[in-house]
């Protein structure tokens, strides 16, 4: 009887190893946006690419804060998007407070926002990566892809590619 007790033990502790490492393999992993991006490019929905100098753009994330700057031309007109915001990323949730929001749009003038509105959306976690809405401002759906580069995108308008600096 004394056998029975040892292999029992070790049956129960493989049992319960096995089934955490299952577990773990379907719970998404914990994700980071720290870092610095380049738009690599912009995607239009007519299959045109938009590269430098067509489209510049350059966003940071540190812990807490997200600091984003674009440029592009419509029609001949300059347009520009500026974004200082402090954020967070959790598992199921990302919120963001503005601080700062300015936008040049084609030629109608500077906008700017300093009210401090704040927003938040569920993070949905699907093939091997994760997406959220940017809550303000009519911005894209953010995904977070598998290599941690980024990809922001507006179905029928753009999907901009963002290469993380390594």
Known sequence: MLIFKPTFAILTV???AVGLGFASKSA??????EGSYI?????????KRLESSEV?????????????????SEGGKATSISVIASYS???????????YFAKN???????????GKSGKS????????LSMLLPLHGEPTLSIE?????????????????????
């Open 14 to 16: 493989a049992a319960i």
């Open 28 to 33: 998404p992993a914990k994700a980071s946006l």
């Open 39 to 47: 738009l690599e490019y912009r995607l239009l929905p007519d299959g």
């Open 56 to 72: 510049i753009g350059m966003m940071t994330y540190t812990k807490d804060r997200r600091n984003m700057n674009v440029y592009w």
């Open 89 to 99: 990323l959790s598992e199921t949730e990302y919120t963001e407070k503005d601080i």
């Open 105 to 115: 749009d084609a030629g109608s003038g500077i906008v700017y926002d300093l009210s």
């Open 122 to 129: 569920p993070v949905v976690a699907k093939d091997g990566k």
């Open 146 to 166: 598998p290599n941690g580069d980024l990809v922001a995108a507006q179905a029928g308008v753009f999907s901009d590619h963002w290469k993380k600096m390594r």
